[in-house]
């Protein structure tokens, strides 16, 4: 039973990983460098934690080109 968990816990981890990669191809991204990627999305997080306004401008912006996906 223990193994069926962890199985199940190792695929849902996969699966985020591969969503979220999606993620960085989709934002036009996939031949930037590691590093950079990784360096813009600390700023980032660092900036969401203390800028309410810059959260709500990049979630309608990230929201509409989901909406332009499903078109």
């Known amino acids: 039973m223990a193994r069926t968990t ?3 816990a190792r695929k849902k ?3 985020e990983k591969i969503e979220l990669g999606g993620l960085i191809v989709k934002a036009g991204l996939r031949y930037e460098k590691r590093a950079l ?4 999305l600390i700023d980032l997080s660092e900036r969401l934690k203390t800028n309410v306004q810059e959260r709500s401008r990049l979630l ?6 989901f909406g332009k996906a499903d078109e």
């Open 13 to 15: 981890d996969t699966r």
């Open 6 to 8: 962890i199985s199940d």
């Open 60 to 65: 309608a912006i990230g929201a509409e080109a």
């Open 37 to 40: 990627l990784l360096g813009a």
